[in-house]
């Protein structure tokens, strides 16, 4: 069963990211995504010894790579190792996409859930049937980019007025046209993921050894603008790539997913 999720399952921008991080035998690397563990099988296959985090209790450890169940800011704000590396590849899984009963597809029916770690109550179902008109448009237009946030967020009050909104396919009825933008939003919401990106960007130098690099994978235009930021304004950082690393023709015939991954790196001066 674990073989089939490895062998399907293609880390994205590995060898850019491998060549970035510059894995050397005996180095101390964190992965603060671990998912299927692509990446990190590959640097520990490189010699690296590997701490990850996952915050998804569904992911599974993989011989040699310690494995921590947190979000990657909430461990990084309590460790005191110093790494030679550290990879992020930010958003979800094949995995928790692939699975309707998470809610994270708006083409599968499943109870409006959407979180990484299932060991919290928070889930969209709060949000669509708990936040108000205006914090929804909000989130709409702020993480989806979604220009009819407002109507989308004043029928949605409209509508649970009478019962609350409980599945993904009850909401996608009346935002038919553009139902990803407002999923993109709801899951970035209902996990805090720009949150925990500025977190980890403010903590990550602090856990890199002098020279010591790191990596970032991000799909979509909010994350990658953070990253570069931090890249260019923090003085502890030197950015090693002037623009975002994309996937080759070749990874996006074999790995579609690859399609919005932009990679950018920076060492620690
Ligand atoms: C794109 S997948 C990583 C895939 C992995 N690089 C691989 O090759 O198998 C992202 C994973 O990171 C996890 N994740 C996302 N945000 C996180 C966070 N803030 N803290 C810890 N894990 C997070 C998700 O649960 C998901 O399993």
Redesign the pocket.
């Known amino acids: 069963m674990e073989d089939n999720i490895y062998v399907s399952?293609i880390?994205?921008l590995l060898d850019a990211s491998l060549e970035l991080l510059q894995i050397a035998p005996g180095g101390s690397y964190f992965?603060?995504?671990?998912?299927?563990?692509?990446?990190?099988r590959a640097i520990a296959a490189l010699g690296g010894c590997v701490t990850a985090?996952?915050?998804?209790p569904a992911?599974v450890a993989t011989e040699g790579i310690r494995l921590v169940h947190?979000?990657?800011?909430e461990f990084l704000a309590n460790d005191v190792s110093r790494y030679d590396g550290m990879l992020f590849?930010?958003?979800?899984?094949s995995?928790?996409l692939d699975d309707a009963s998470r809610g994270f597809s708006f083409s599968k029916d499943a109870p409006l859930d959407m979180r990484?770690d299932t060991s919290r109550e928070f889930s969209a179902y709060d949000i669509v049937n708990g936040w108000d008109e205006d914090e929804l448009a909000r989130i709409f237009y702020a993480y989806g980019e979604e220009r009819y946030g407002r109507q989308i967020a004043r029928r949605i009050c409209e509508r649970r007025q009478y019962t609350p909104i409980a599945t993904t396919l009850e909401l996608t009825e009346f935002i038919k046209g553009h139902p990803k933008r407002v999923f993109q939003a709801l899951r970035i919401a209902v996990?805090d993921?720009l949150g925990?990106l500025e977190r980890?960007l403010k903590l990550a130098p602090e856990r890199l050894k002098p020279g010591g690099r790191l990596a970032i994978i991000s799909f979509h235009s909010l994350e990658d603008r953070l990253v570069k930021h931090a890249f260019r304004d923090d003085e502890r950082l030197k950015a090693l790539t002037k623009h975002p690393v994309t996937a080759s023709e070749a990874e996006l015939k074999t790995n579609p997913r690859a399609a919005s991954a932009k990679l950018r790196a920076a060492t620690l001066v």
């Open positions: 399952h880390p994205v992965d603060g995504t671990f998912g299927f563990g692509g990446h990190s985090t996952d915050r998804d992911a947190s979000s990657f800011a590849d930010l958003g979800v899984s995995m928790q990484m996990n993921e925990e980890m």
